[in-house]
């Protein structure tokens, strides 16, 4: 059996959207997932499951999350190795050694269309900086990510993808597991 974190994107922000993560423990492994356990409460499931079609875990998900509380929520699903090779490959950090609070990674669903991402560096977001690395966006912003121009909603309206994003110290948590 595989283990695979699952990125579940806006909930539980600002009193919108939420979801109990003991709930959502159990109703997720009504769905055949296993070991299934959360970090904090921006929506990190980590679980366990026979089935290795991610695609198809994160359908199940979002379908068991709109069945159980009746709203929609993009799910991105992807295994311990995909997370290693995100977290060993931020340019930020291997060319730069840049301060990791200042790093995110945004998830995409798949990896990104090179002529579509062409949109994305035609963004004038200056001091932040991004790199589009197959299914992740690294991400450093000087000044804080809420000053970044190159949010969800845009990066998905130009990567026509879902996309999720977590701070590296997420990232790095999430490997523990």
């Known amino acids: 059996m595989e283990t695979y974190i699952a990125l579940l994107r806006g909930i539980n922000v ?31 499931v980590i679980f366990k499951s026979q089935n290795t079609d991610q695609i198809e875990l994160a359908k199940l998900i979002t379908v068991k999350i709109e069945k ?9 699903v992807l295994n311990q190795q995909e997370l290693k090779y995100i977290s060993e490959n931020n340019q930020f950090i291997i060319e730069r050694n840049e301060d990791i609070t200042k790093l995110a990674v945004t998830f995409l669903s798949e990896e990104a269309d090179a002529e579509k991402s062409k949109a994305l560096y035609n963004l004038n977001d200056q001091p932040n900086e991004f790199i589009v690395k197959g299914k992740a966006i690294y991400l450093y912003c000087p000044n804080g990510f809420s000053n970044s121009k190159l949010t969800i ?8 993808l879902t996309a999720s994003s977590r701070n590296w110290n997420t990232v790095l948590k999430l490997l523990d597991f």
């Open 14 to 44: 600002s009193g919108k959207r939420i979801i109990k993560m003991e709930d959502l423990r159990k109703h997720l492994t009504t769905i055949n997932l296993t070991d299934v356990k959360t970090y904090i409460q921006s929506g990190n």
């Open 68 to 76: 159980e509380y009746g709203f929609n929520v993009p799910v991105i």
């Open 153 to 160: 909603n845009f990066i998905e309206s130009k990567l026509k």
